[in-house]
């Protein structure tokens, strides 16, 4: 499927940019796929105002490939969906593995009903650049593609800003998710798309959660020849944005209403640091991401949205001291939660 077959009203969504949440995966105590609360959380984004959902992804832990669990989680998502609102929304699968690994699955979210697919490359670690082009290639013949640039912690590639120049010059390419947490790296992919003169055609979404708002509100100013071109992050595609969403879209659109102002205002510049305080906890910076997806399961948890915080793999889960530190953010930011929201249509989630 080529992008110019979307339907027009989830191209422009992404184009323009919107709130991506990175869909978790609810487990029951035999590490078993939860169906209630799975139905759950794809209500509660959607009725958060989110623009869509990334499942399979990063945060629905790339480990549902090896128990079977990729189409029926795929299925579930956009079944729940299309049961609940009547407005566009995007639908983003997660792609992994090696090419013929990836390219199943590509065909198998378009089958679903998924817009696209995000990309992840930690399988090609020990390919050259060319070859992961070639791999990039081969499935954007058959799914428009979010390139993806994980953060090296949790398995991502290091890639130059000539990889994404020439990514970025693959037609079948929407949108990027810029996630090294690293200001380096995230500018190697700005400078990349600007010099494949994509910068019209491809959405930037962050995926820094150390550093979401400034991104979603920052102008980024490429020189090339003396010529400066200033461009912006449109959206963002998430794992922090899979708790506390109802709050992360008001941001989100704080963001957008700040950034061509001659002035942003000092509080939202301020707000920045509150949120990577909370992904600090919820993602388990201390111990270099191990809790990261556990981390955000406990939130849920605490809201009623997970029965929960069980991992596919028995060895993920909090780090020591990780408790705490949600315990502390939740209390000192507990005005960036969404607790009141959750609690008021829970009920109805869950029926």
Not at 157 to 164: D, E, Q, R
Not at 267 to 291: E, I, K, Q, W
Request: charged share 20%; aromatic share 8%.
């Amino acid at each position: 499927m080529h992008h110019s077959q979307m339907p027009p009203e989830v191209r422009r969504l992404i184009s323009e940019g919107t709130v991506l949440p990175a869909h978790p995966l609810a487990l029951d105590a035999n590490r078993k796929l939860d169906h209630v609360h799975q139905r759950a959380l794809t209500r509660y984004y959607i009725d958060a105002g989110a623009g869509g959902l990334a499942v399979g992804v990063h945060t629905t832990q790339f480990a549902i490939r090896d128990v079977a669990l990729y189409r029926p989680v795929l299925e579930l998502a956009a079944e729940t969906a299309s049961s609940w609102t009547k407005r566009p929304l995007a639908l983003i699968a997660g792609l992994a593995g090696p090419t013929r690994q990836a390219v199943s699955e590509a065909n198998t979210a378009q089958s679903i009903g998924y817009h696209a697919g995000l990309l992840s490359l930690a399988a090609m670690k020990s390919a050259s650049e060319d070859e992961i082009i070639a791999h990039c290639e081969t499935i954007a013949r058959e799914i428009p593609l979010v390139g993806f640039y994980l953060q090296p912690a949790v398995g991502g590639v290091i890639l130059s800003a000539n990889f994404w120049r020439r990514f970025a010059m693959l037609d079948n390419v929407i949108a990027i998710k810029i996630a090294p947490f690293n200001r380096y790296r995230t500018l190697d992919v700005l400078r990349g798309v600007h010099a494949a003169g994509a910068l019209d055609r491809i959405a930037l979404y962050t995926g820094n959660d150390d550093h979401i708002l400034l991104d979603l509100t920052l102008p980024f100013d490429l020189r090339e020849e003396g010529i400066t071109t200033r461009t912006y992050f449109k959206g963002g595609l998430l794992g922090h944005w899979s708790v506390w969403t109802k709050s992360a879209i008001q941001q989100f659109e704080r963001c957008k209403a700040a950034r061509h102002k001659d002035m942003v205002p000092a509080d939202l510049l301020a707000l920045d640091a509150r949120v990577t305080d909370c992904n600090s906890a919820f993602f388990d910076v201390a111990n270099n991401f191990h809790g990261c997806i556990a981390g955000c399961h406990e939130v849920l948890r605490r809201q009623g949205l997970m029965q929960g915080i069980w991992c596919l793999d028995p060895n993920e889960g909090l780090s020591p001291g990780q408790i705490e530190e949600i315990d502390r953010v939740c209390n000192e930011h507990a005005d960036l939660s969404d607790d009141d929201f959750v609690a008021a249509h829970l009920q109805k989630w869950l029926a």
